[in-house]
């Protein structure tokens, strides 16, 4: 059962940075997708980063692109998202989600709030 431990959430003033991190439990797969998405109220699930491992290759949602940037950790099955001059409307649950096959594994969330 893969499990995900997510975190690095928290308030913030606009301009500054977090950084997230996923680290993904009882996975053994080598090509696999992980990354984040974030939900605001009122608002659709929207991507904001994944890592396709069986291309290298990752994907930025529109908005932030050139603001955030999604790694690697050293460990296996473990991504970083760093997220830098954060506005108000970054305000929202970000989920990790591991993705294997046609099965998702989806995180708790941890809440990122960005104060004006």
């Known amino acids: 059962e893969v499990q995900l431990v997510e975190s690095g959430g928290g308030l913030v003033q606009a301009g500054e940075s977090l950084r997230l991190s996923c680290a993904a439990s009882g996975a053994t797969f080598d090509e696999y997708t992980i990354g984040w998405f974030r939900q605001a109220p009122g608002k659709e699930r929207e991507l904001v980063a994944t890592?396709?491992?069986?291309?290298?290759?990752?994907d930025y949602g529109s908005s932030v692109k050139g603001r955030f940037t999604l790694s690697r950790g050293s460990v296996k099955n473990t991504v970083y998202l760093q997220m830098n001059n954060l506005q108000p409307e970054d305000s929202a649950l970000y989920y990790c989600?591991?993705?294997?096959?046609?099965?998702?594994?989806w995180g708790q969330g941890t809440q990122v709030t960005v104060s004006s």
């Open positions: 890592l396709w491992t069986d291309i290298g290759s990752i």
């Open positions: 989600a591991f993705v294997v096959g046609y099965t998702t594994h």
